[in-house]
């Protein structure tokens, strides 16, 4: 039996319209904003969303009209708007002097009893899905706003990102004998665009979750023997750790969502990971973790987190490093890729010779409270840990992508040396680094007990006892984690370089 596919069918003296959305069944209803015909709810919840949604908007607005609400409603929601209107010392958050001495101000500060210092129009956009950005606010609201950020009541509105290195599936990433995914895309050709590093061009672009394992590299990556004519430093073990910490503070910092600003979460990375943002050279685990560990505790990253913090990035960094080497190439990769986003949208905002429009990137300067060593070499040579604060213009546009370049070459450089390291180097420099948190915590817990004042003079003497490797030749990096792992303290502080 062969079902019409004309709209009306006629029979008799009565005319029956086809469903406008299923075009099978005969149409009983009529959409009251639209007049489109349709024959179920299913194909009424399918016509069009604007209409079903203003539909149970308007329903919700009318059932929320006819609550009564009792005393205890009442009391209840009286209760959470003080909350939210006082902070914790008991203070109004929307305190200010002006207000009290301004009598035309009476208004607002009726909307702040109420709790809401958005307006109705701006309520009424939110509820309809146009969520205004924030120079679209007027004055007042923008200032409220701020003030309600200020106190991180915000905060409490952000869901807590779960970070993919303690995700399950982590552990059953693989790649290939080159550091390349496994799996290749169809669409993909060999003469496709590419980076000079060899990563894929449009690898920034894949939109990824925050909560899955970034996707390692598209394209195979060369040997270090390939890169440089020179034997790899043992010391590159230690300086991998240290990315690999900064990496994983960036990404907490940023709730995993780096792509939200990749500029700033470059600059947030540069100021961390000192071995890429100052060209540093560390020389055991102990002297690149405290001054990792030491910006992350500074007045630059005051609302972070603190100590508790840094102790525990040092745990995510054990975690991705007992991963192995798939999943160290994949955050290596994923640095990479924010790296270079970054460095493309420096592109995008600022003209050719002109001052970077978002210079945004630290300025990483010694600290003048602190001096710096005057040693001949790198090496030797003690850094200052502590950066300014983050200026904006500062520094050229040229300037800034040349660190953000340079970066790149060097996160690159360390992806390839992972890549020819085996799980078991991996694992030993996760056992090193969970020594250096032990260390470091019993190091700083008498300070906790004994004031601030006493802290910083740990964190001084814990400067000035900074070990340093011994020169032990160009040695397997299994063979040099173990021989750091198995001495003391004491040995190691002993070992300099002639």
Same mark, same amino acid.
């Given at each position: 039996m062969e079902v019409s596919t004309s709209s009306t069918v006629h029979g008799g003296s009565e005319t029956r319209v086809i469903c406008k959305v299923c075009q099978k069944q005969f149409s009983k209803y009529t959409c009251p904003r639209c007049n489109l015909r349709y024959c179920s709810l299913p194909c009424y919840k399918g016509h069009?969303?604007?209409?079903?949604?203003?539909?149970? /908007?308007?329903?919700?607005?009318?059932?929320?009209?006819?609550?009564?609400?009792?005393?205890?409603?009442?009391?209840?929601?009286l209760q959470m708007l003080k909350r939210i209107h006082f902070d914790e010392a008991g203070r109004s958050i929307f305190e200010d002097e002006s207000f009290a001495a301004d009598e035309s101000q009476e208004s607002l500060d009726?909307?702040?009893?109420?709790?809401?210092?958005? +307006?109705?129009?701006?309520?009424?956009?939110?509820?309809?899905?146009?969520?205004?950005?924030?120079?679209?606010?007027?004055?007042?609201?923008?200032?409220?706003?701020?003030?309600?950020?200020?106190?991180?009541?915000?905060? /409490?509105?952000?869901?807590?990102?779960?970070?993919?290195?303690?995700?399950?599936?982590?552990?059953?990433?693989?790649?290939?004998?080159?550091?390349?995914?496994?799996?290749?895309?169809?669409?993909?050709?060999?003469?496709?665009?590419?980076?000079?590093?060899?990563?894929?061009?449009?690898?920034?672009?894949?939109?990824?979750?925050?909560?899955?394992?970034?996707a390692p590299p598209s394209k195979p990556l060369p040997s270090v023997r390939e890169l440089t004519l020179k034997e790899p430093s043992p010391l590159l073990a230690v300086h991998l750790a240290e990315v690999v910490y900064a990496y994983c503070f960036t990404l907490r910092y940023y709730n995993g969502d780096w792509r939200s600003d990749p500029v700033e979460a470059t600059s947030v990375f540069l100021s961390v990971s000192h071995v890429v943002g100052q060209a540093a050279l560390p020389e055991s685990v102990c002297e690149a973790f405290h001054e990792a560990l030491q910006t992350v505790c500074s007045p630059v990253f005051k609302h972070a987190g603190g100590l508790p913090l840094g102790l525990g990035l040092l745990d995510d960094c054990v975690a991705v490093l007992r991963l192995g080497r798939p999943c160290v190439i994949c955050a290596l990769s994923d640095l990479h890729n924010m790296l270079q986003n970054a460095k493309q949208?420096?592109?995008?905002?600022?003209?050719?010779?002109?001052?970077?429009?978002?210079? *945004?990137?630290?300025?990483?300067?010694?600290?003048?409270?602190?001096?710096?060593?005057?040693?001949?070499?790198?090496?030797?040579?003690?850094?200052?840990?502590?950066?300014?604060?983050?200026?904006?213009?500062?520094?050229? /546009?040229?300037?800034?992508? *040349?660190?953000?370049?340079?970066?790149?070459?060097?996160?690159?450089?360390?992806?390839?040396?992972?890549?020819?390291?085996?799980?078991?180097?991996?694992?030993?420099? %996760? %056992?090193?680094?969970?020594?250096?948190?032990?260390?470091?915590?019993?190091?700083?817990?008498?300070?906790?007990?004994?004031?601030?004042?006493?802290?910083?003079?740990?964190?001084?003497?814990? /400067?000035? +006892?900074?070990?340093?490797?011994?020169?032990?030749?160009?040695?397997?990096?299994?063979?040099?984690?173990?021989?750091?792992?198995?001495?003391?303290?004491?040995? *190691?502080?002993?070992?300099?370089? +002639?």
């Open positions: 069009s969303l604007r209409c079903t949604e203003s539909f149970m /908007r308007e329903n919700v607005i009318e059932e929320m009209r006819d609550i009564q609400a009792t005393d205890e409603t009442k009391e209840k929601t009726s909307d702040d009893a109420e709790g809401s210092f958005f +307006s109705e129009r701006t309520i009424q956009c939110i509820m309809e899905g146009e969520v205004p950005t924030l120079e679209e606010l007027t004055e007042t609201e923008r200032e409220h706003f701020m003030r309600y950020l200020a106190t991180g009541e915000g905060s /409490r509105l952000i869901q807590p990102w779960n970070p993919w290195w303690l995700n399950p599936l982590a552990k059953n990433v693989s790649v290939s004998k080159q550091g390349s995914s496994l799996i290749q895309s169809l669409d993909s050709s060999p003469d496709s665009s590419s980076s000079p590093s060899g990563m894929a061009a449009n690898d920034e672009l894949m939109e990824v979750s925050p909560s899955e394992v970034p949208e420096f592109y995008s905002e600022s003209g050719p010779g002109e001052q970077s429009g978002t210079a *945004r990137l630290q300025e990483l300067k010694p600290s003048s409270s602190i001096a710096s060593s005057s040693g001949k070499s790198k090496t030797r040579g003690r850094r200052s840990v502590m950066p300014v604060n983050l200026v904006v213009g500062q520094g050229s /546009r040229k300037k800034d992508l *040349r660190k953000i370049e340079a970066g790149m070459r060097k996160v690159f450089f360390l992806m390839c040396w992972a890549n020819d390291q085996v799980d078991e180097d991996f694992s030993s420099l %996760a %056992a090193l680094v969970e020594t250096e948190k032990a260390r470091t915590a019993e190091t700083l817990e008498p300070a906790n007990k004994t004031g601030p004042h006493s802290k910083a003079a740990l964190i001084d003497l814990l /400067r000035n +006892s900074e070990g340093v490797l011994s020169t032990l030749g160009h040695q397997a990096p299994t063979r040099l984690l173990h021989k750091l792992k198995d001495s003391t303290p004491a040995e *190691r502080g002993s070992r300099h370089l +002639s």
